[in-house]
């Protein structure tokens, strides 16, 4: 049976974690790859060199939010498709992520993750409460 307040936690510590990992992700192309180095490697590796900058600001934008807990569903959704390019981008590397140039696992998961954290939605301790507490299945029908 499933503990929905300990789920709100569990949410929680998702949200920090995906929120945190999408915010330095950000931080990281813009303050030390800088932005036309990372439209560079985007353009190297096949997207249009444009898309750095609506990616770095969506991680940076989206992994903010996460942590505030504001629109947890959406933002998850929307940071999805950042994660698939980064799983095509190291496809070719093969899956464990120490190989050269890093490998699929952690694109992989971080996808399975965003996608775990829209279906839990904001959890506890959220500027936006999106989650309430569900009905018991299991529980006796009130009588009237």
Sequence with gaps: ???????????????????????AHGLLKL????????????AAVGFPAWLAYPVTFAEIGGGALLLLGV???AVSVALLPI???AISVHFANGWVYTNANGGWEYAAFLSAAVVAQALLGDGAF???????????????????
Excluded: H, K
């Design 1 to 23: 049976m499933t503990n929905y307040a300990s789920s709100d936690y569990a949410a929680l510590v998702l949200r920090i974690a995906l929120g945190t990992m999408f915010v």
């Design 31 to 42: 303050l030390v790859f800088t932005l036309p180095g990372t439209a560079e490697f985007f």
């Design 71 to 73: 629109q947890t569903r």
């Design 83 to 85: 994660v698939l390019g």
């Design 126 to 144: 959220s500027l936006q409460q999106g989650r309430r507490e569900l009905p018991n299945p299991y529980s006796e029908p009130a009588v009237s």
